[in-house]
T-cell receptor, first 110, second 112 residues
Framework: GESVGLHLPTLSVQEGDNSIINCAYS??????FIWYKQESGKGPQFIID?????DKRQGQRVTVLLNKTVKHLSLQIAATQPGDSAVYFC?????????FGAGTTVTVRA | NAGVTQTPKFQVLKTGQSMTLQCAQD?????MSWYRQDPGMGLRLIHY???????DQGEVPNGYNVSRSTTEDFPLRLLSAAPSQTSVYFC???????????FGQGTRLTVV
């Protein structure tokens, strides 16, 4: 079946460096993509979203890139901080269903 | 504005027992959904609703029932709990399936 997945399960990054988290999706009908952050013991929190008619969207310290040709989504975090340590999920919406990938655990080194 | 409220936060059930996980939102969202989260599996969609009176199955619906009698509430019922249903359950709501979803804090369920 079609699914959303992530390339790497873990990412270790030095504080102050930029982080890049990747995601591959397979549902060509998906038209809305979201990145969520989940801290231990909490529900997922919205970070940033992008619609299929865009290829880039920027927020505060975060940028999402969408490449529909290769069905690839990425989240860039600028100047990574200790508070960015969490699990990051990409998600896509198709056929009224919001589907999640398995997640990437980001650890920030001091 | 409370957002999405889930109760209870923790629950232990014996195999075969039934229970209802409650979910309420005060944002007038039409779209609501239930997920379960298991280690290494991400979040998997159980059931969803695009509005009051309308529900549909997600990826893993077996063993669960839902109803949507009001816009605010979307309870999830376990008919006969099994150890395989041990998981963390999250409820989410949004205006539509194509807008930002807000999640509750989760219910950690253990079936023994």
């Amino acid at each position: 079946g079609e699914s959303v997945g992530l390339h790497l399960p873990t990412l270790s990054v030095q504080e102050g460096d930029n982080s890049i988290i990747n995601c591959a999706y397979s549902n060509s009908a998906s038209d809305y993509f979201i990145w969520y952050k989940q801290e231990s013991g909490k529900g997922p929190q919205f970070i940033i979203d992008i619609r299929s008619n865009m290829d880039k969207r920027q927020g505060q310290r975060v940028t999402v890139l969408l490449n529909k040709t290769v069905k690839h989504l990425s989240l860039q975090i600028a100047a990574t901080q200790p508070g960015d340590s969490a699990v990051y999920f990409c998600a896509e919406t198709g056929d009224y269903k919001l589907s999640f990938g398995a997640g990437t655990t980001v650890t920030v080194r001091a | 504005n409370a957002g999405v409220t889930q109760t209870p936060k923790f629950q232990v059930l014996k195999t075969g027992q039934s229970m209802t996980l409650q979910c309420a939102q005060d944002m007038n969202h039409e779209y609501m959904s239930w997920y379960r989260q298991d280690p290494g599996m991400g979040l998997r969609l159980i059931h969803y609703s695009v509005g009051a009176g309308i529900t549909d199955q997600g990826e893993v619906p077996n063993g669960y029932n839902v109803s949507r009698s009001t816009t605010e509430d979307f309870p999830l019922r376990l008919l006969s709990a099994a150890p395989s249903q041990t998981s963390v359950y999250f409820c989410a709501s949004s205006f539509t399936s194509n807008t930002e979803a807000f999640f509750g804090q989760g219910t950690r369920l253990t079936v023994v």
